[in-house]
């Protein structure tokens, strides 16, 4: 069962140089669209400035859509009114890039992990403390440290805070967006397979935004490879790390280091000037599409690494 679909998103930004001059208008999210069903973790993958973030918080309304369509459960999201989506965030919240500055300074651990079940009035003050310590149990912290501050913890255990405090509300969907970016290499892969545990045990259905495809191969099932706004490539994770079809995509790949080849990967560049944003999505094989024309060029080996 479809849980997210989400259709012809855009998200426009003016930006004016000078006071006397036309605005420039920014395509950040252009034309974007997907469906993610019950259960799944759905990836979302590009470089930085792609689109990734700035798509789910319009999903999630922190920033205002320019136009588009993202139906819940059948339900359109973008036409709620506030009181309506202030009852609907209990079923869809988001764990952020920078446990550092989205974790209150002057709030302890379990304060902000109840927060989101005192501001939804959910049980007796008993209740919520007695589901604060199941929580952070759950991330595989100790109960303990419930009356600490942020800046008492490292950056792993404040991520597990983060997820916890997203976890408090039971959300049917939740966006994890680059949540191990800001993390050290030696913690990142607990964190993966905190997030992989609790998606399992949970049966959540994950929206995954990330520019490491590795961590985007071990958790998502479907992928969507965005750049300059737009989706450029989507389908089977397994079928797109095989056989991508789109140049970008084949450039993002060729950074990805793979140890068997031993060395530097041989690495390809994407012709950015020769981007067609007016091409669309064709199916490519069965579930998988891609933007290309019947002459798609191949890349070429540069050498050099996209900034991911």
């Known amino acids: 069962m479809t849980l997210v679909e989400v259709a012809k998103l855009e998200k426009r930004f003016e930006r004016r140089t000078a006071p006397w001059r036309r605005p420039?208008?920014?395509?950040?999210?252009?034309?974007?669209?997907?469906?993610?069903?019950?259960?799944?973790?759905?990836?979302?993958?590009?470089?930085?400035?792609?689109?990734?973030?700035?798509?789910?918080?319009?999903?999630?309304?922190?920033?205002?859509?320019?136009?588009?369509?993202?139906?819940?459960?059948?339900?359109?999201?973008?036409?709620?009114?506030p009181s309506r989506l202030r009852a609907l965030r209990r079923d869809m919240q988001m764990v952020f890039q920078d446990p550092e500055s989205s974790l209150d300074p002057r709030m302890t651990a379990g304060a902000i992990i109840e927060e989101g079940l005192v501001i939804h009035r959910i049980g007796t003050p008993a209740d919520r403390r007695s589901r604060v310590r199941e929580l952070v149990e759950m991330v595989g912290l100790d109960a303990g440290m419930l009356g600490r501050?942020?800046?008492?913890?490292?950056?792993?255990?404040?991520?597990?805070?983060?997820?916890?405090?997203?976890?408090?509300?039971e959300p049917a969907f939740l966006v994890a967006d680059e949540p191990v970016s800001a993390l050290d290499v030696s913690i990142q892969a607990q964190v993966v397979n905190l997030l992989l545990d609790l998606q399992q045990k949970l049966g959540l259905t994950l929206l995954l935004v990330a520019h490491d495809l590795r961590l985007v191969r071990h958790l998502s099932s479907r992928l969507a490879v965005m750049y300059r706004g737009r989706i450029v490539e989507t389908g089977r994770a397994d079928a797109v790390f095989r056989a991508p079809a789109h140049a970008y995509t084949r450039a993002l790949l060729s950074a990805v280091p793979d140890p068997r080849r031993g060395g530097?990967?041989?690495?390809?560049?994407?012709?950015?000037?020769?981007?067609?944003?007016?091409?669309?999505?064709?199916?490519?094989?069965?579930?998988?599409?891609?933007?290309?024309?019947?002459?798609?060029?191949?890349?070429?080996?540069?050498?050099?690494?996209?900034?991911?």
């Open 149 to 169: 501050y942020p800046g008492e913890f490292s950056g792993g255990q404040r991520q597990r805070i983060g997820i916890a405090r997203a976890l408090a509300l």
């Open 24 to 81: 420039r208008i920014i395509r950040a999210v252009d034309r974007v669209s997907f469906s993610i069903d019950e259960g799944e973790t759905f990836g979302l993958v590009g470089e930085s400035g792609s689109g990734k973030t700035t798509t789910v918080r319009c999903l999630l309304r922190l920033i205002e859509p320019t136009s588009g369509s993202f139906r819940f459960r059948g339900e359109e999201v973008f036409d709620m009114p």
């Open 264 to 308: 530097s990967p041989d690495r390809l560049t994407f012709d950015h000037a020769g981007f067609d944003p007016g091409l669309e999505l064709r199916e490519v094989a069965p579930g998988h599409w891609a933007a290309v024309s019947g002459t798609d060029p191949e890349c070429e080996s540069l050498g050099r690494t996209l900034s991911l």
